[in-house]
């Protein structure tokens, strides 16, 4: 992180920086590394004049989240995908005891690669740390990972990808400009093991896509059983933006039980759950419920659960699923949903419309950017 060439001449400085940092508490410097590299990174937007469009920052009990769904077991393999300056994978190795298994990650640029060193390395941890934009040049294709963590950037587009027509990840199909959801959803499929299990975290309007290629390629996917949940998210939850995220949780081996459906923009009475980043103890009583849920589903949902009555939960069949076309939302699954009334259909409307403006504003201030960089002009 030191540019050391600004140091040329200054020993007495670097001799003096170097017993500062020795001598902090060391249970406290993994805390400190994560709030210095996600500084370095909002530092260097600001320098820049413009948000990192390929980062989301993911709080602490959202992470904590995506590893319970994760359940990770010792020895597993864990791969993650996409840019998170590490964060999710930390989580998720907090969650298994010893011994851990290899770790493996790509982010976008060898900047944000080189602060995830630095973030693995304070919380003890080894791993393999690529760079690139991971749907042009996969740098691990020969990987098949236990469990798989997905952390797309919320952006719709893709450019240029590179023979996507011999490109064996494209199995449930060919992804095209404004299907980059769909493509991160088959690459994280792609790199998951027999019995591994996928998460990843995506803005809400990737589940309801229009697109001719994006609707048939979400059935092929859910008719093979490769879904094995949904969770989304409370609005706000995500900071810096108003558009709500969503956790699939997929599967490698083909399931033919139903769906796991849980919407925590909803108390479990039926009354608007609580907007914002969740407490943990939502994300602990959300795991709890999802856990017991993923054990009874085979068996058709019987028993006595803790989520008995539960009106932000809900298993969906395929049939269901297809009723609603392809629509992965939990909202419309839930207990107390029913046939959808005029004014319900509208408000779902509305809201996927929301969140489809909201992408398209973020693709025009890039596009704006991009023109300002090649006028040379400052906005």
Same mark, same amino acid.
């Given at each position: 992180?030191?540019?050391?060439?600004?140091?040329?001449?200054?020993?007495?400085?670097?001799?003096?920086?170097?017993?500062?940092?020795?001598?902090?508490?060391?249970?406290?410097?993994?805390?400190?590394?994560?709030?210095?590299?996600?500084?370095?990174?909002?530092?260097?937007?600001?320098?820049?004049?413009?948000?990192?469009?390929?980062?989301?920052?993911?709080?602490?009990?959202?992470?904590?989240?995506?590893?319970?769904?994760?359940?990770?077991?010792?020895?597993?393999?864990?791969?993650?995908?996409?840019?998170?300056?590490?964060?999710?994978?930390?989580?998720?190795?907090?969650?298994?005891?010893?011994?851990?298994?290899?770790?493996?990650?790509?982010?976008?640029?060898?900047?944000?690669?080189?602060?995830?060193?630095? !973030? /693995?390395? *304070?919380?003890?941890?080894?791993? =393999?740390?690529?760079? %690139?934009?991971? &749907?042009?040049?996969?740098?691990? @294709?020969?990987?098949?990972?236990?469990?798989?963590?997905?952390?797309?950037?919320?952006?719709?587009?893709?450019?240029?990808?590179?023979?996507?027509?011999?490109?064996?990840?494209?199995?449930?199909?060919?992804?095209?400009?404004?299907?980059?959801?769909?493509?991160?959803?088959?690459?994280?499929?792609?790199?998951?093991?027999?019995?591994?299990?996928?998460?990843?975290?995506?803005?809400?309007?990737?589940?309801?896509?229009?697109?001719?290629?994006?609707?048939?390629?979400?059935?092929?996917?859910?008719?093979?059983?490769?879904?094995?949940?949904?969770? !989304? /998210?409370? *609005?706000?939850?995500?900071?810096? =933006?108003?558009?709500? %995220?969503?956790? &699939?949780?997929?599967?490698?081996? @083909?399931?033919?039980?139903?769906?796991?459906?849980?919407?925590?923009?909803?108390?479990?009475?039926?009354?608007?759950?609580?907007?914002?980043?969740?407490?943990?103890?939502?994300?602990?009583?959300?795991?709890?419920?999802?856990?017991?849920?993923?054990?009874?589903?085979?068996?058709?949902?019987?028993?006595?659960?803790?989520?008995?009555?539960?009106?932000?939960?809900?298993?969906?069949?395929?049939?269901?699923?297809?009723?609603?076309?392809?629509?992965?939302?939990?909202?419309?699954?839930?207990?107390?949903?029913?046939?959808?009334?005029?004014?319900?259909? /509208?408000?779902?409307?509305?809201?996927?419309?929301?969140?489809?403006?909201?992408?398209?504003?973020?693709?025009?201030?890039?596009?704006?950017?991009?023109?300002?960089?090649?006028?040379?002009?400052?906005?």
């Amino acid at each position: 992180l030191v540019d050391w060439r600004t140091w040329n001449g200054r020993a007495a400085e670097l001799s003096g920086l170097v017993s500062e940092v020795a001598s902090l508490d060391e249970t406290r410097l993994p805390k400190l590394v994560d709030a210095m590299v996600t500084r370095c990174v909002l530092n260097e937007s600001d320098v820049s004049h413009q948000v990192p469009r390929d980062l989301v920052l993911i709080p602490p009990s959202v992470q904590r989240l995506m590893a319970g769904l994760l359940h990770p077991s010792a020895g597993d393999a864990v791969y993650q995908a996409g840019p998170s300056l590490g964060q999710t994978i930390i989580s998720a190795a907090r969650e298994v005891r010893e011994p851990k298994g290899a770790l493996y990650l790509q982010e976008p640029t060898e900047r944000e690669a080189q602060l995830t060193r630095t !973030s /693995l390395a *304070a919380h003890g941890l080894a791993a =393999t740390v690529a760079s %690139g934009d991971v &749907l042009q040049k996969d740098a691990f @294709p020969e990987l098949r990972a236990d469990k798989v963590i997905g952390t797309p950037p919320w952006e719709p587009k893709i450019t240029g990808l590179p023979d996507v027509a011999g490109d064996p990840r494209w199995l449930w199909g060919e992804p095209g400009a404004n299907d980059s959801y769909l493509a991160w959803i088959q690459h994280c499929l792609y790199h998951l093991a027999d019995g591994g299990r996928a998460v990843i975290l995506l803005p809400i309007n990737a589940l309801f896509e229009r697109g001719k290629s994006a609707v048939e390629t979400r059935r092929r996917i859910v008719k093979a059983g490769h879904l094995e949940g949904v969770v !989304s /998210l409370p *609005a706000g939850a995500i900071p810096g =933006t108003t558009v709500r %995220g969503v956790l &699939l949780v997929l599967v490698k081996t @083909p399931q033919d039980w139903e769906i796991t459906m849980l919407d925590m923009s909803i108390d479990p009475d039926g009354s608007p759950g609580q907007e914002g980043v969740p407490t943990q103890e939502r994300v602990g009583h959300v795991l709890e419920i999802y856990r017991e849920a993923a054990e009874i589903a085979p068996e058709g949902g019987a028993g006595d659960v803790i989520y008995a009555g539960a009106n932000n939960f809900s298993f969906a069949t395929i049939r269901d699923i297809a009723a609603h076309d392809f629509v992965l939302d939990p909202v419309r699954y839930q207990w107390n949903s029913g046939p959808a009334t005029g004014p319900e259909k /509208l408000e779902i409307h509305f809201g996927e419309l929301r969140a489809q403006l909201e992408s398209r504003i973020k693709a025009c201030r890039a596009a704006d950017q991009q023109v300002a960089k090649i006028l040379e002009i400052e906005l």
